[in-house]
């Protein structure tokens, strides 16, 4: 069984992993800490935990196996899936053992639900389009592209939902 919960203080290596690995690159990708580092990435994993800033960490049998995030920036700092400067931009991975059990389409229903708590209209997220599995999920999920972003479709998601 897979449990969606809050990432914790003591995993936010396992988050920088994932935000690692979430970054599409098929052939030849840098190791974790020149890419993470790099300029034009940075800004994702830079400063971790400022406001705004949201992760779900999915856990089966004790053990993370993927997490799902969101950060916002601004018109001054894009990411690659901004959209506006209130509309989270969100990454998502999963471990390469876990990927098909459900764990990220589990993940992305719990952090919809958690933007829509947390007061958010919309979600935005960047993805490769050679990147099939990720865009035909984010399509089953709401997601629509919107625009591009370099070689990257940018989708966003516009129904929140909020249990208040």
């Not at 840098?30 to 400022?50: A, C, F, I, Q, T």
């Not at 459900?102 to 050679?130: F, H, N």
Request: net charge negative.
């Amino acid at each position: 069984m897979i449990e969606i919960r809050s990432l914790e203080r003591s995993e936010i290596d396992f988050l920088f992993d994932m935000i690692y690995e979430s970054i599409h690159i098929p052939e030849d990708k840098p190791p974790k800490e020149v890419l993470l580092n790099s300029p034009h990435l940075k800004k994702y994993s830079e400063d971790w935990g400022r406001d705004g800033d949201r992760a779900l960490v999915a856990v089966r049998n004790e053990q993370p196996i993927g997490a799902v995030w969101y950060r916002l920036f601004t018109e001054e700092n894009k990411g690659y899936g901004y959209v506006d400067d209130h509309t989270p931009e969100l990454g998502i991975s999963v471990i390469k053992e876990a990927r098909g059990t459900g764990a990220g389409k589990a993940l992305m229903r719990a952090i919809v639900e958690q933007a829509g708590a947390d007061g958010y209209d919309a979600l935005s997220l960047s993805v490769d389009p050679v990147n099939t599995e990720a865009v035909n999920l984010y399509k089953q999920l709401g997601f629509y592209p919107c625009g591009s972003s370099g070689t990257s479709i940018t989708m966003i998601y516009t129904r929140m939902i909020s249990k208040d």
